[in-house]
């Protein structure tokens, strides 16, 4: 059973900055895309961006490119995602997923089978 632990989430003023972590309890974390997906209030759930627990590079939301960027420690299988110039729009409950690559890491939500229980993220202006 792969189980995913969501951590660093919290308060912040407009243009400040947090970083959340995911702990990945899977042998197969190194084959399985891995990424964060947020819902704001009132919204559907929105991909962040993703990235192949073996390596390479991210991929990422239009919304968060140029202010988010993702990262791994894969020896500890731990999913970081660094959060810049933070906005009101970037309040949400934030969730780290995994799930079977298809071909390559994919945006959408319905590629990935594991979900956390998901990291508050207010900003206030």
């Known amino acids: 059973q792969v189980q995913l632990v969501e951590s660093g989430g919290g308060s912040v003023q407009a243009g400040g900055s947090l970083r959340l972590s995911c702990t990945v309890s899977?042998?197969?974390?190194?084959?399985?895309?891995v990424g964060w997906f947020r819902q704001g209030p009132g919204k559907e759930r929105e991909p962040v961006g993703t990235i192949y627990g073996g390596g390479g590079g991210p991929s990422y939301a239009g919304s968060v490119k140029g202010r988010f960027t993702i990262s791994q420690d894969i020896a500890k299988n731990t999913l970081y995602l660094q959060m810049n110039s933070l906005n009101s729009e970037d309040t949400a409950m934030y969730y780290c997923?995994?799930?079977?690559?298809?071909?390559?890491?994919?945006?959408?939500?319905?590629?990935?089978?594991?979900w956390g229980q998901g990291t508050q993220v207010t900003v206030s202006s």
């Open positions: 899977a042998t197969t974390y190194s084959r399985m895309c």
């Open positions: 997923a995994a799930g079977r690559p298809q071909n390559w890491c994919r945006l959408g939500a319905s590629y990935y089978d594991y």
